[in-house]
């Protein structure tokens, strides 16, 4: 099996090529650096610029599967111009991605899409699963939608598509995670707000677990993905600050400070939303990490 991977090179891509390589599966990634283009045996490298509509089709050659990463991180000050970029970057890649399967002899069955739980609105007492009919109206909520449509186009190619929501991802690597230890580490960590709403969460080698299932089985249509057992904001800061051997002295903080710190963005420390994986377990995937304490034994041995 060969699949193609948009966004190869970042946290989540370099996991997910890492543990389709020992499944002896060839890869062929798409990059915006042409100095990262690098030509294995198993693993090529291929250039692309989505915003100036640009792709060298011959990454398609052999391929039966693509997993689709690529989009401008979330975590990064919200400007009107970086709201744009985040949206632009989803929306651009996937109709490259079309045009190229569109106008180009291939062999591709699916595309296994990453999304976000962003698309569900924040509630105090729905579990959501796929079929929940409610969507976020924020920024995040219409920038996931979008992504969504632009990837469900892949359908008229007679492609499955495959969606997987995710929540914060935790690794030891990057990502969330160590931007949530350092104001612990530095003596400043409190939880958020009331600290009581409900963060879903998912170790990193699950969700590369996840994409490797998903392209295996050809999973059609949308998964949350997310760990069995979601955590309040206070218990997630309580067990960061017990792997760090740190106590939480300070009060929690309020939302209107983080938003004065962060502007926009702030919205994502105060999500309050709990995703069912059960979708995808009745689907035969098998979480390694179902609780945080099972995470953190991992990532913090």
């Known amino acids: 099996m060969k699949v193609l991977i948009t ?8 996991e997910i090529v890492s543990l389709l390589l020992q499944n002896g599966i060839s890869i062929h990634y798409l990059t915006t650096s042409k100095k990262k283009i690098e030509n294995q045996p198993n693993y090529r490298g291929f250039f692309w610029n989505p915003e100036q509509g640009i792709i060298d089709e011959n990454c398609l050659m052999g391929v039966d599967a693509i ?75 219409t920038v996931v939608v979008k992504w969504e449509d632009s990837v469900d ?24 995670l160590p931007e949530m230890m350092k104001p612990i580490q530095w003596g400043v960590g409190a939880p958020f707000g009331s600290g009581k709403q409900m963060q879903s969460w998912i170790h990193i080698h699950d969700l590369a677990a996840l994409y490797l299932f998903a392209v295996e089985n050809k999973l059609d249509g949308v998964y949350n993905a997310v760990a069995p057992n979601p955590v309040t904001n206070e218990e997630l800061t309580k067990a960061i600050a017990t792997v ?39 689907a035969g995937f098998l979480f390694k990490y179902k609780t945080l304490f099972k995470a953190f034994e991992n990532l913090f041995p």
């Not at 966004?7 to 370099?14: E, H, P, Q, V």
Request: with cysteine.
């Open 67 to 141: 997993i689709h990463l690529a989009g401008a991180t979330i975590a990064k000050r919200w400007t009107t111009a970086y709201k744009e970029e985040i949206l632009e970057s989803r929306i651009l890649s996937s109709n490259v991605l079309f045009k190229a399967l569109k106008n180009n002899p291939h062999q591709v069955q699916q595309i296994v899409s990453a999304s976000a739980s962003g698309i569900y609105p924040n509630s105090d007492t729905i579990v959501y699963t796929e079929d929940s009919p409610e969507f976020d109206d924020g920024f995040l909520g």
């Open 244 to 282: 760090l051997r740190k106590p939480l002295l300070l009060p929690n903080i309020p939302q209107f400070v983080m938003k004065f710190i962060l502007g926009d963005m702030h919205e994502l420390l105060f999500e309050n939303k709990k995703l069912s994986p059960q979708k995808v377990i009745d």
């Open 7 to 14: 966004g190869a090179t970042g946290l989540i891509g370099d």
């Open 153 to 176: 186009a892949f359908k008229r190619l007679n492609v499955k598509v495959c969606i997987l929501r995710t929540g914060l991802v935790f690794s030891n690597k990057g990502g969330a």
